[in-house]
């Protein structure tokens, strides 16, 4: 009767500690990855050699999932360098300036942050200090960075072609940068570039920044910022 008292006493305990912890506690990912459909799935054609596959998870990051498909479709990331890479860390992308300041046209987005963690092969949104401004900027991750769970929306994970990944020009930024040639959504059944088109990736030039989006010095660690912005966006953790 006594052990039967404790053990009651205990789960109480446990039960009346337990809604404070999960206030504050980042939402829990899913158990169960979602299958692997066409419609949500990231090529990256990069100029390191070959393609890369990302899944991504409308599951855990609808807003950012949809606008990474919605500048895929519209060409934006064509051309785009690698502006920002660190050795065992992270290669970041998707600034039509090349600086870590730019962004696209449209409105930054509110966080999406997540319990899925920053292991290697994932890809997360970059943003400025504020968590509500990642717009088109993300980075890949070379190896585990769990310091950067909860701070950054995950919105995907390399599924193959993490090779070329690996192959990606170190730097910040990089002296001879590589490029994304071209980016499509899996169900719109888009074939590897064309000789032309890896040319004319290559060819492209970063857009203009005006005076007032000069970047920080890229010593500063955190993912992208939108126009007009001079802070730059990267994983505000440095390896």
């Known amino acids: 009767m006594r052990l039967k008292i404790v053990v009651a006493l205990v789960a109480g305990l446990l039960s009346f500690g337990a809604p404070a912890a999960a206030q504050n506690a980042v939402p829990s990912a899913p158990l169960a990855v979602p299958a692997l459909t066409p419609d949500n799935i990231l090529h990256l054609d990069l100029s390191t050699g070959g393609r890369v596959s990302i899944q991504l998870r409308p599951d855990v990051a609808p807003r950012h999932v949809e606008r990474v498909k919605t500048l895929a479709r519209q060409g934006f990331y064509n051309g785009l360098l690698f502006h920002r890479v660190i050795e065992g860390f992270m290669a970041q992308t998707g600034d039509p300036t090349g600086t870590g300041t730019g962004g696209s046209p449209l409105p ?21 200090d504020d968590p509500n401004s990642a717009n088109s900027q993300f980075f890949i991750v070379f190896a585990p ?11 995907g994970r390399v599924v193959s072609g993490m ?42 030039q970063p857009a203009p920044v005006e005076q007032a989006q000069a970047p920080v010095p890229p010593t500063t660690p955190a993912p992208a910022a939108p126009p007009p912005a001079a802070q730059p966006q990267t994983p505000a953790t440095q390896p």
């Open 163 to 204: 090779q070329y990944v690996d192959a990606i020009e170190r730097g910040e930024p990089p002296a001879n940068p590589s490029r994304i040639v071209k980016a499509s959504i899996g169900s719109d059944n888009r074939p590897p570039p064309t000789p032309q088109e890896v040319a004319a990736a290559m060819a492209r």
């Open 108 to 128: 930054d987005m509110a966080a999406e942050f997540n319990g899925l963690p920053h292991v290697r092969g994932v890809v997360s949104a970059a943003r400025a």
């Open 145 to 155: 960075r769990l310091s950067l769970d909860g701070k950054y929306s995950v919105f």
